[in-house]
DNA sequence: CGACATTTATAAGCATGCTTATAATAAGCG
DNA sequence: CGCTTATTATAAGCATGCTTATAAATGTCG
């Protein structure tokens, strides 16, 4: 264990550099994709959360997407100007809102699940099903670490 | 290959998401730990880059971190500010400089790659040096596949 | 040489996310 | 009940990165 971590010792920054490196090419491959259609991906990620279970408080949500509360007021402010969401108050807390996806917003989701595949498709070329299922999994098991309040 | 691809292509979201989710949490993690020292992640990148190589051309230093050249700016103007880098001019192309380390800004390094260290400790916790080598691949060869401009 | 294109760095303005601070409501407890 | 604390959403302001536009220097080619 203390050899394997020394083992990698020296990568300590490439990694963190790769990651970083990896996600940003990853969001500027889908933007440029969507921005014909006029919606980012961090917009998108909003609606994503939210056709996976719909009615969650703005607190829940935010936890789901690992993001802080207010990054998602100002996402969730502008797409229910235009339309795509909805904040219904709730019944038994007047603190909080419950977001719903409107009708609106499926056309969309459509599109740009599609624009996703896309992304993917060119993120994973060469990658067989094995290799996909290990890196998903890598990632899993490395936000799981990160998660965890313990310093 | 049709049939790798069919096999993880619900997951095409979930990637994406893992992937962004992964790299902000290290990044939250990383800076979390910097603060106290008032340097964050962005800003060590540069130095770390520059570690490896100095008298890059600032063109060349955003290539290589795969940052767009006018973002690179305003973080050589803060560190140059700061003290921590120099721009030298090119003595053959007076359109461009030179960037170098100073000496300032080694202790600052030797700092930032400690805490780079402890961060990834904590992010990869129960990885195997093979899982660690494994991981570091998949994502060069993401990176490879949306370096690659072809649609 | 001289007009046009390319490269290098920067400026302006937008999008996104964060920390810290506030207001309203809810919950716990004497 | 009344006071204190916690939770929920938001506001203000900063950091970072991008697209698009500009200025200066260089390269290309008639």
Redesign the interface.
């Known amino acids: 264990m203390s050899?394997?971590?020394d083992?990698?010792?020296g990568?300590?920054?490439?990694?963190?550099?790769?990651?970083?490196?990896?996600?940003?090419?990853?969001?500027?491959?889908?933007d440029r994709r969507a921005k014909a259609h006029g919606l980012s991906?961090s917009r998108w990620?909003v609606l994503?959360h939210l056709s996976r279970e719909e009615g969650q408080k703005q607190a829940e949500l935010a936890e789901r997407?690992?993001?802080a509360p207010i990054s998602l007021t100002r996402q969730l402010d502008n797409l229910q100007r235009e339309g795509l969401v909805e904040r219904r108050p709730d019944p038994e807390d007047r603190r909080c809102f419950r977001i719903y996806l409107t009708e609106a917003a499926q056309p969309a989701l459509e599109l740009l699940?599609g624009l996703?595949?896309?992304?993917?498709?060119?993120?994973?070329?060469?990658?067989?099903?094995a290799?996909?299922?290990?890196?998903?999994g890598?990632?899993?098991?490395?936000?799981e670490?990160?998660?965890r309040e313990e310093?």
Request: glycine fraction near 2%.
């Open positions: 050899e394997d971590f083992a990698a010792k990568s300590a920054a490439e990694m963190s550099i790769e990651l970083h490196s990896a996600a940003r090419l990853l969001r500027r491959n889908f991906r990620q994503w997407m690992d993001v699940r996703a595949q896309q992304t993917r498709a060119q993120a994973l070329a060469g990658f067989s099903a290799e996909v299922r290990q890196l998903h890598l990632l899993a098991r490395l936000r670490n990160l998660t310093v």
